[in-house]
């Protein structure tokens, strides 16, 4: 087995970067290893394109590069599942990326979790608030404490006293016990209200009076009970457009946004899609025992262009259908199975005239590709794909928009 480790950089002439692509084109089966001294989305991406088995952050542990360099085999030596591909080794793992957006979140979120103040966590479906709810009470000082989660679009209304506060025997007919809710399961630790913008004005108004007062009584009781809770909620609804329709409280806002962590939709960090591809490629390599090394280019580009309106959710579904219909000991997926390309038929249609639409944003960017790439909405390495699909090169001086309109 041919395997080479290489420190790189993200310098655009990186004396390890240039190794690593000559290694490539030497040999299409070597096992390259990429140490990344100085991050960035660019540096992840052509790891990617080299066909890099993995890209670690210093500092690297023995059994890490051990397993790095040898694959499955090692994994059985040192106790670490190894799957495939590149994989984002932040100080938070659970939370993969190198986008600047999910960079700011990680650093904003490392501040937070130091405090004990309350958290409203905003984003669309599926972009992982609860992860990063998760992630703050597991980096704070509650760790060792519950973490306990409400759904509050899940719970009717007429349970939400029962579900929050719990009750005593008798409280109600099949009352045959006392039994805690939620508020007392979280003490000392966290509490979680997932979909708050979906919780009632009435539930409002009761969890309102239990978080000013940390106290509350258990249906069917008379003995206040008192709690010590950290505040986390999380929404995909526009909170201040309840506001202003009176369908969600002003006081309990103000109580609960006061950190707020707005996360991005992939479309915003579509440049971290070959990272969670790998992640999940490496999650599912687990669950099925399959030994899945990479993703192909051409099903990469398939992936890179679709907007993921279901945004990180979509994605992990996408990657469990492959591992669905793989064929026993496929290490490459070539193509995307039917069933997701006809669903993305349906929802993509890209417009007839994409080179000229490419064409139009490099001139209005003056030929800047981060930023056509940007305004597009693909990642870089789409945006290089279509040019070279649509063999559009600039001239020794690129005709730019500036030079248009002094002509």
């Known amino acids: 087995m041919d395997a080479a480790i290489l420190e790189c950089s993200a310098r655009e002439h ?34 990617l394109r080299i066909r890099a088995v993995e890209y670690l952050k210093p500092p690297v542990d023995e059994a890490t590069l051990i397993c790095a360099v040898l694959g499955a085999e090692a994994a059985g030596m040192h106790g670490r599942p190894v799957g495939s591909g590149i994989q984002s080794a932040t100080a938070s793992d659970a939370i993969v990326g190198e986008s600047s957006a999910i960079l700011s979140v990680k650093r904003f979120l490392s501040k937070v979790a130091a405090s004990d103040t309350n958290v409203l966590i905003t984003g669309e479906t599926g972009t992982g608030k609860e992860i990063i709810a998760e992630q703050i009470h597991a980096l704070g000082s509650r760790s060792r404490k519950p973490f306990v989660s409400v759904n509050c679009s899940a719970i009717p209304e007429t349970l939400i006293e029962s579900e929050l506060f719990g009750y005593e025997r008798g409280a109600f007919t099949g009352a045959v016990g006392t039994r805690d809710g939620k508020l007392a399961q979280a003490d000392k630790g966290t509490l979680f209200f997932d979909e708050i913008g979906d919780m009632s004005p009435l539930a409002q108004a009761k969890i309102l009076r239990a978080i000013e007062s940390r106290e509350f009584t258990r249906l069917g009781g008379n003995r206040p ?18 506001l202003r329709e009176d369908r969600f409280r002003t006081d309990l806002f103000f109580r609960l946004n006061v950190a707020r962590i707005e996360l991005p939709s992939l479309r915003e960090r579509s440049s971290d899609i070959p990272l969670l591809i790998q992640h999940f490629v490496r999650h599912y390599n687990r669950v099925f025992g399959a030994a899945v090394e990479r993703i192909s280019g051409e099903a990469l580009e398939q992936m890179l262009a679709y907007p993921f309106p279901g945004n990180i959710r979509e994605l992990k579904n996408v990657v469990e259908v492959i591992f669905l219909h793989l064929a026993p000991g496929q290490k490459v997926v070539q193509r995307l199975p039917d069933q997701v390309l006809t669903t993305w038929r349906k929802i993509t249609r890209l417009p007839q005239d994409e080179r000229d639409r490419l064409v139009k944003t490099l001139l209005q960017t003056e030929w800047n590709v981060s930023a056509a790439a940007r305004k597009l909405e693909w990642s870089r390495m789409t945006l290089y794909r279509k040019l070279a699909k649509y063999n559009i090169q600039p001239e020794r001086e690129p005709l730019t928009a500036s030079k248009l309109r002094a002509s």
């Open 14 to 47: 990186d004396p390890g970067l240039v190794l690593a692509r000559r290694i490539r084109s030497l040999n299409q089966h070597a096992r390259i290893v990429v140490i990344a001294i100085s991050g960035s989305e660019d540096l992840a991406i052509e790891a």
């Open 225 to 242: 009970i008192r709690v010590d809770v950290r505040l986390i909620a999380a929404t995909n609804r526009d909170l201040e457009s309840l």
